[in-house]
């Protein structure tokens, strides 16, 4: 096997035949067989499978956009769950952008934050308020709701908002180290969530309980988003922006303050870092993602309440980071599509499986063991195994590994060899 | 020319004094020593020059001006260095990364240049990886640079720290007990690497070590604390003979018996 395996490692060719064949054969039985979730899931694993063959990243990148934007929408629009299928890809991708925002404030800067879906709900509001007439309530000027078209600044909009938010929960927070400060940022999570619950008195400014409806959807040149297939593309378009973004700042000067503020908070001082700015940076960045799709979310559910922004959002959140590997962005991707899915299909699928039996009278679950009554249960099942077996995540962070021709000198060295020479004179003299 | 004057330096832990009014000044370009017995109060010491503590009264100032009241890492952004008597290394992170870390406040990208990746931020990591690369060369790690700093051994991650502490480029470079854990050959390997620094890169050092044979052969300059106090200083043949000295390492009497 071991064998067998470093072959096709290898051969370059062979594997695109092989990442071809795959792509090919899933790309078939999903566009053939419309109600198949196995063959949708398998053409998304092809991903998985493409980021570990060897080839460039320049290549990878091509393939797996040629797969998410062309082959992936393509194959499932021929039946009537297309809307469906991209329902669940466009969630994973929002998912997968809030995971890799708080994979940089846990995963690399190593604050443990339980409140993270506040800024998911700020966003969310930023935009659900002023795309309803909900804004008219309070604001002095202007005719609200806002056009379609303003969704488009709306994005940076939210983006900033989130990111103000971190930073100010940020400047009380982290005065207090790890338990505590999971501890303050969970409360943070459940004040913004009780904020928006009752900010309907004395002003109406989040419409309470009720929540916000009829979102106006976003427009461009005159057309309306309205459909799951549609917002798939801006998800994937504002995803792509976020990993590359993650990528680059990861091994950037800025990142390597963030993982030197994680591994030894007084060594990084001792190395000049500012530490209240650097967590603030970290806060800030992870927030904005969030904010991002949490105006995305807004306009696709077009309908904005506080029941969405639940502590158990942001503990599914730590969960997909902690499954795929903190601070591994591969594997906190891998952890988000996984346990999006998980949720949104495969307990369901499983559900809708298990009444049928009981329909037909094969077997009888009763109501209270429905899988997707379990969601808390499979999680905690899943967490304890991974903490037992594999506490790195399933893809573990890689450290970069350098190019030592890149790095040996050909212009001399630190200090010239003459000085060098004249050095250890001194030191004999010394003696 | 003195380049760090300490001036009735104190630190009280509520009732346990730490440190009382030391008075010491470290010629520039000189190697100087701390010494004392165990619990004397040199890290305490050490930990208010970098900002660490802040001194409950008393001066420090570098090139005469103050750093008392800065944070850790203003003081470094001063041209102060340090190492650790426990190694504070970034264990999860490549031996040539932690000397980048060092080199924070020499770095300028920003957030939006490095995001939108600008050919300036490009060129500064490269540079950056290559100047990393030659620290290492320097200290004679080179060989683990793509090693996460937590596999190296023992000796290897002291001198770590100290390629680490250089990238700051600082004007003082403290090591707060270098030589401790290494063997013999080591520690000359060490003895060395610290006079060349002195040489080659202007640096001022002051150091704390238990290993006397290294003190004495080094600095030209000893400091001895005992019990928080500065009780006796001067060149290594004044140290040797300093009754009060024997007495804080050997006991009272010891002093007699000696001499």
Redesign the interface.
Known sequence: MKNWLSTIQQNKRLQAIIIGLYIVVTFLSLYLAQKSVVAFLLLLSSLLLLYFTTFSNRVKWLIGGFVLVVLLPFAASQGEAYQSYMEVATLVGIYIAMALGLNIVVGLAGLLDLGFVAFFALGAYTYGIFATSQANNFMPFGQYPLSGESFWVFIFIGCLVAALFGVLLGIPVLRVKGDYLAIVTLGFGEIIRIIFNNLDKPVNITNGAMGLASVQPPRLFGIDFMYPSQFYYIVLVILIAVIFAVRRLEFSKIGRAWKAVRENEIAAQAMGIHLVRTKLMAFAVGASFSGMMGVVFAAKQTFVDPTSFTLLESITILVMVILGGMGSVPGVILGAALVTILNLQVLTELTNWLNQLSLNGVINVPDALSPAKMQRFIFGIILIFFALYRPQGLLPAKNPAFDEDELKNTEGNLVNTSVQKEATQHVHLDR | MSILTVKNLTKQFGGLVANSNINMEVQKGSITAVIGPNGAGKTTFFNMV?G?YQPTSGEILLNNESIVGL???QV??KGI??T?QNI???????V??NV???M??H?H?G?FS??L?LPR?RKE??EA??E????L??VGLESF??E?ARNLPYGAQRKLEIA??L??KPKVLLLDEPAAGMNPKETSELT?LI??MR???DLTIVLIEHDMKLVM?ISEHIVVLDHGEKIAEGTPDEIRNNEKVIEAYLGKGAATTAS
Do not use: D, Q, S
């Not at chain 2, 504070?88 to 490549?94: D, H, M, V």
């Not at chain 2, 990393?132 to 620290?135: D, N």
């Open positions: 970098t660490v944070k850790p890492h470094t952004k260095a340090r650790f504070r290394l970034f264990g999860a992170i490549t040539l990364e980048m870390i060092g924070h406040n770095l990208g957030l490095t995001i990746n931020v990591e490269k990886r290559k990393a690369y030659r620290l060369e320097y640079f793509n996460e680490r502490a990238a700051t060395k006079y060349n040489a080659e890169l052969e």
